[in-house]
C-alpha cells in the first residue's frame, strides 16, 4: 500500500478587499505573537534540562504553529487576487455577490460568494468553489438553478442579487 495522495485541487484566488486586510492584520498579530513566544522560549531554554522542560517544549510547538501559518499566509497573500470592482450587470451573479434564493418548498436563504479564504457559514458566505456557488455564477434574477450534491439535488429560483457590503 503506498503513500501516495493526489495533490489537493487548487482553490480560486479570489479576495474580497476586506478578506485580505484580514488576512494581512493576521499575518501581522501573528509577527507580535512570535516575538513573545521567541522570548518566552529564550527563558524556557535559560531553566537548564530541555528534555524534561515543559514550558520549552510547549513553547517551541508554539512556534512551529506560528512559522507553519506565517509561512501560509506570505504565499497565500501574494497569490491572491483582490476583486475591488463590481461588475458591470449587477442583475446577474458574480464572484462578490450576496444572492437571494428561494427553493421549491418556499424556504427562502441568502448565501454571499466570496473567496475560499473567507468564507463563514455562520453568517452564509460561501465560497466561489463550492458546489452552490458554481451553480449560480452568471445567473440572472428569476432564473431557475438545480444544484447537485452528495445530498441530493435541489431547484433554487434566484430572487434578488445585490453587490453591497
Known sequence: MSRYRPPAEKSTALISPAGFDKLQT???ELWVRRRDVTAAL???AAEGDR???AEYIYRKKEL???DRR???LQKRTAA???VRDRPTDQSRVFFGATVELEDEDGERSTVRIVGPDEIDPSSHW???DSVVARALLKSSIDDEVTVTAPGGT???TIENVSYGD
Open 42 to 44: 529564550s527563558a524556557a
Open 64 to 66: 512551529r504553529e506560528i
Open 154 to 156: 435541489k431547484t433554487y
Open 70 to 72: 506565517v509561512r501560509y
Open 126 to 128: 460561501i465560497s466561489v
Open 51 to 53: 528534555s524534561e522542560n
Open 26 to 28: 493576521e499575518l501581522k
Open 80 to 82: 491572491l487576487k483582490v
